[in-house]
T-cell receptor, first 113, second 116 residues
Framework: KNQVEQSPQSLIILEGKNCTLQCNYTVSPFSNLRWYKQDTGRGPVSLTIMTFSENTKSNGRYTATLDADTKQSSLHITASQLSDSASYICVVSPQGGGFKTIFGAGTRLFVKA | DAGVIQSPRHEVTEMGQEVTLRCKPISGHNSLFWYRQTMMRGLELLIYFNNNVPIDDSGMPEDRFSAKMPNASFSTLKIQPSEPRDSAVYFC??????????????FGEGSRLTVL
C-alpha cells in the first residue's frame, strides 16, 4: 500500500534555530514529491517540488532533499522565524497515478521567541 | 491574480440540515479537487473533476455527499443530511495540468464545517 509517513508529529524550536523534518514513503515508482506549508486556518501552499532524479531543491530558507534509494525526503529550515510556525505536509505523486497524490499527516512546527 | 475562492469560510449547522459549500477555481485550471481535512485523518481526497467532468468520486464517504461542477468556474459540495461526524475543514483545490502528473495543487482557504 502506498504510504507517506512524516516525523516528528510536532516540534518546538526557538526562533533562529534550524530544524529538519522527515518524510518516508513507500510510493514506487513515483513522479514527484512536494512539500507544502499550511498556516493555521489557511490552505496548504507548495514550497518545493522534486522529481525522482533530483536530490535537493531550495526555496529561500527552505531546503528539501530526496534520497530515492532509501525513499526518504527531508525539509530543512534554516534560521527559523516565528512565521515558520505551521504544518508541513509531504505529498507524493505516484508515477502514472494522475490525480492520486498521497498526503502525509504533516509535522506541526512551533517556533518560539 | 485571485486564488481559489471558497465560501462560506465557516458554517455551523444542526444535524440533519443540508450544507452546500462553494468553490471558484483559478481561471484556466482544468482540474478541480475537493478534500476534507480532520486531525485524525489529515487530508482526504473526496472527488476529482477534470474539464468539469467527475473522474473519480471514490473518496466520497456516503451517498449523503454529492458534488457538481456545472461550468469551469464553479463547483459545489453538498451534504444532505449532515451529521456531527462530517465536521471538518473542506478544501477545494485546482490545478492547471494533470496529465503529466506534475501539476501543483492550489488550495482555497477552506470551509470549516461544524455540525452540532
Amino acid at each position: 500500500k502506498n504510504q507517506v509517513e512524516q516525523s516528528p508529529q510536532s516540534l518546538i524550536i526557538l526562533e533562529g534555530k534550524n530544524c529538519t523534518l522527515q518524510c518516508n514513503y513507500t510510493v514506487s515508482p513515483f513522479s514527484n514529491l512536494r512539500w507544502y506549508k499550511q498556516d493555521t486556518g489557511r490552505g496548504p501552499v507548495s514550497l518545493t517540488i522534486m522529481t525522482f532524479s533530483e536530490n535537493t531543491k531550495s526555496n529561500g530558507r527552505y531546503t528539501a532533499t530526496l534520497d530515492a534509494d532509501t525513499k526518504q525526503s527531508s525539509l530543512h529550515i534554516t534560521a527559523s522565524q516565528l512565521s515558520d510556525s505551521a504544518s508541513y505536509i509531504c505529498v507524493v505523486s505516484p508515477q502514472g497515478g494522475g490525480f492520486k497524490t498521497i498526503f502525509g499527516a504533516g509535522t506541526r512546527l512551533f517556533v518560539k521567541a | 491574480d485571485a486564488g481559489v475562492i471558497q465560501s462560506p469560510r465557516h458554517e455551523v449547522t444542526e444535524m440533519g440540515q443540508e450544507v452546500t459549500l462553494r468553490c471558484k477555481p483559478i481561471s484556466g485550471h482544468n482540474s478541480l479537487f475537493w478534500y476534507r481535512q480532520t486531525m485524525m485523518r489529515g487530508l482526504e481526497l473526496l472527488i476529482y473533476f477534470n474539464n468539469n467532468v467527475p473522474i473519480d468520486d471514490s473518496g466520497m464517504p456516503e451517498d449523503r455527499f454529492s458534488a457538481k461542477m456545472p461550468n469551469a468556474s464553479f463547483s459545489t459540495l453538498k451534504i444532505q443530511p449532515s451529521e456531527p461526524r462530517d465536521s471538518a475543514v473542506y478544501f477545494c483545490a485546482s490545478s492547471p495540468q494533470m496529465s503529466a502528473n506534475t501539476g501543483e495543487l492550489f488550495f482555497g482557504e477552506g470551509s470549516r464545517l461544524t455540525v452540532l
